[in-house]
């Protein structure tokens, strides 16, 4: 059973850092792409970051470029989002995602992240 | 910039067809998008419907259908239910790793 759980949420202020993670199991996971994906409660979604899964390539929405970096431990199944700068707009909750068949199959039940001072 | 355009709502008598759509604000959207839809209610992680234009996610029920209809992707309920009362997004590949998704359609099933 595939399973995905956010980690690392919390209260930060404007300027400040946090790191979330996300264990996953239940699948090959150095072997999907893995996406962070963020949602303004009672809001849309939008699509923030995204490593692949044959080579590690990273790429990021506009909004978090520069300061938003994906990474993932294989050793320890997790994937993670250092998340540097933070800005108000960027209070959301976010959603750990596995990828197949071009697109999001199976995700995680999200990390609240609230900047605020 | 462009943006990836649904309606913002529509409604459905139970039994009833209904067909969303997911379209760009500028172009058309084909399969090489990879189109996909997700359903989500309040207060739950989104739920995957469709990859790839047209391939159901395990576990989901048959009355969901993907396709491209004219310039637009396209989810169809076909005999909605009550519990089919959710918020559908869809995503789209817009190439160099990027996703955007849309806006999201509120279906109301009345």
């Known amino acids: 059973e595939v399973q995905l759980l956010e980690s690392g949420g919390g209260l930060v202020q404007p300027g400040g850092s946090l790191r979330l993670s996300c264990a996953a199991s239940?699948?090959?996971?150095?072997?999907?792409?893995m996406s962070w994906v963020r949602q303004v409660p009672d809001k849309g979604l939008e699509w923030v970051t995204i490593?692949?899964?044959?080579?590690?390539?990273?790429h990021y929405a506009d909004s978090v470029r520069g300061r938003f970096t994906i990474s993932r431990d294989t050793s320890k199944n997790t994937l993670h989002l250092q998340m540097n700068g933070l800005r108000v707009e960027d209070t959301a909750i976010y959603f750990c995602?596995?990828?197949?068949?071009?697109?999001?199959?199976?995700w995680g039940q999200g990390a609240l992240v609230t900047v605020s001072s | 910039q462009t943006v990836v355009t649904q309606e913002a709502s529509l409604s459905v008598s139970p039994g009833e067809t209904v067909t969303l759509t997911c379209g760009l604000s500028?172009?058309?959207?084909?399969?090489?998008?990879?189109p996909s839809w997700y359903q989500q209610t309040p207060g739950q992680a989104p739920r995957t419907l469709i990859l790839?234009?047209?391939i159901r996610s395990s576990g989901v029920p048959a009355r969901f259908s993907g396709s491209i209809l004219g310039n637009k992707a396209a989810l169809t309920v076909t005999g909605a239910q009550a519990d089919d009362e959710s918020t559908y997004f869809c995503?789209?590949?817009?190439?160099?790793?990027?996703?955007?998704f849309g806006g999201g359609t509120k279906l109301t099933v009345l």
């Open positions: 790839s234009t047209n």
């Open positions: 490593i692949s899964g044959r080579d590690d390539t990273t």
């Open positions: 239940g699948f090959a996971f150095s072997s999907h792409a």
């Open positions: 995503a789209l590949f817009m190439g160099s790793g990027i996703w955007v």
């Open positions: 995602a596995k990828h197949a068949y071009w697109g999001v199959d199976f």
């Open positions: 500028s172009g058309s959207v084909s399969t090489s998008f990879y």
